[in-house]
């Protein structure tokens, strides 16, 4: 059944739109309050929050990040001049560089992720209310919602 998208549809879209980009709003504000451009912040964010899996290198915080390369090359420079990050040669093989934060920018990273985390508690119930009125606002071309099913349902059915 092809699904097509009504006003409530895209009041729901745009709704969510809003409550994220209030959200990114406060947080590169937040960022720019503690010295740190949004990106640098969000660079260090990622590094910290990588699953143990994942190898803190250039290419992976890049992929996190959603930017080219070069760039995520630029912000480590940047943050390594501050101080707040430190690359690390990973084992014999002196090409591979491993990032890790340096205990300065720990503690700015944990002020910052307090601050996001109280913020959170506010915005949170809006943009959590937005996300699951734009997952349910598609219907069907006869009216009939195209609902996601929960897990537990399909288990069910």
Do not use: C, W
């Amino acid at each position: 059944m092809k699904k097509i998208l009504t006003l409530p549809s895209y009041q729901s879209l745009a709704e969510l739109r809003y409550q994220i980009r209030r959200f990114l709003h406060f947080s590169e504000q937040a960022a720019r309050k503690a010295g740190l451009e949004p990106r640098q912040h969000q660079l260090m964010l990622a590094l910290k929050g990588l699953p143990k899996s994942v190898r803190p290198r250039v290419r992976e915080l890049a992929e996190r990040l959603q930017i080219e390369h070069h760039s995520t090359v630029e912000l480590v420079n940047r943050l390594s001049t501050r101080g707040l990050i430190r690359r690390l040669p990973a084992g014999e093989d002196r090409r591979e560089v491993l990032l890790t934060l340096t205990p300065k920018g720990e503690k700015m990273l944990g002020e910052l992720s307090l601050h996001h985390k109280a913020e959170l508690r506010i915005q949170g119930p809006a943009l959590v209310s937005a996300l699951k009125r734009a997952i349910r606002a598609t219907r069907t071309p006869n009216g009939i919602a195209a609902q996601t099913r929960s897990r537990s349902s399909r288990r069910r059915g």
